[in-house]
C-alpha cells in the first residue's frame, strides 16, 4: 500500500511564520509579479510561491505520526507551523509515495509535469528509452504520458515511461497504439497489428491494500 502526502502552495501575505531569510526570498520573487516594461515577457507575470509538503495523518494530526513537513528548497519545519500555513493554502496536490523509500509514485490529475522525484524514479526503472528496440539512454528521453493528459491520463509510475525523441513522434503520429501494462512495461501495437511488449530494466514492488 502506497502512503499519501500533500503538497500545498502558500499565498506569498501567509509567510509570518518562515524566517527571515525565506521571507526575503519571497518577497524579490514577488517583485517580479509585475507589469515591468524592462523584465523580458517570459518573467512577467511569475507568481511566488511556498510549496509544503506533509504526511497527510500528520496533517491531520493523528497520534504517534511525527513525521516532519517539508518547505521545497528549504528543509524540515515543525508540524504545527505547516497546519497554520495549510489553513491559507490557495491549492493542494496529492502526492502518493512509496512506503518504504518514500519515493513519489503518483501525483494525479494535479500536476501535468511529473516531479523530479517521480521522473527520477521512471528514468531508473526503465534504464533506457521504452521504444522497441531502442538503446537509447533514459536520461536522454521525454517522460511521456502513455494515456496522454488530455485524456485524463494521470501522471504516476504507471502511465509514464521514457521515450526518445524518435519514439515519442512515433507514438503520437505513426498510428501506433501504446498500453502502459501497469508495471513499466510497453505494448506496442503496429498499424499492422503487429505486437511488441518493451519491459523495463527494472522493477518496482507491488504493494495491494490487505484484504478487508
Known amino acids: 500500500m502506497v502512503s499519501m502526502m500533500f503538497s500545498f502552495e502558500v499565498n506569498p501575505t501567509h509567510t509570518d511564520h518562515l524566517t527571515p531569510p525565506i521571507r526575503a526570498d519571497v518577497f524579490c520573487d514577488l517583485l517580479i ?5 524592462q523584465h523580458p515577457k517570459a518573467a512577467r507575470g511569475i507568481r511566488a510561491t511556498v510549496v509544503v ?4 495523518l500528520a496533517l491531520l494530526g493523528v497520534e504517534g505520526v511525527t513525521d516532519p513537513a517539508e518547505v ?9 507551523t505547516a497546519r497554520e500555513l495549510a489553513g491559507n493554502a ?5 502526492v502518493l509515495t512509496h512506503p518504504e523509500t518514500g519515493a513519489v509514485v503518483s ?11 517521480l521522473t ?10 521504452m521504444g522497441p528496440g ?4 533514459a536520461s536522454q ?3 511521456d504520458h502513455t494515456v496522454a493528459w488530455s485524456d485524463g491520463g494521470e501522471t504516476s509510475v504507471t502511465n509514464t515511461a521514457p521515450l526518445c525523441q524518435g519514439h515519442h513522434t512515433v507514438k503520437h503520429h505513426g498510428g501506433w497504439v501504446i498500453t502502459h501494462l501497469g508495471d513499466g512495461s510497453l505494448e506496442w501495437v503496429s498499424p499492422h497489428g503487429r505486437r511488441y511488449i518493451v519491459h523495463p530494466e527494472r522493477r518496482m514492488p507491488t504493494f495491494y491494500p490487505n484484504a478487508a
Not at 490557495?90 to 496529492?94: A, F, P, V
Open 33 to 37: 509579479d509585475g507589469t515591468v516594461a
Open 134 to 137: 531502442c538503446g537509447k539512454p
Open 107 to 117: 501525483v494525479g490529475r494535479t500536476r501535468y509535469r511529473p516531479p523530479p522525484e
Open 120 to 129: 527520477k524514479l521512471v528514468t531508473w526503472r526503465a534504464d533506457r528509452c
Open 90 to 94: 490557495s491549492g493542494w496536490m496529492r
Open 72 to 80: 521545497e528548497g528549504v528543509g524540515p519545519i515543525p508540524i504545527e
Open 141 to 143: 528521453c521525454q517522460i
Open 53 to 56: 509538503t506533509v504526511p497527510a
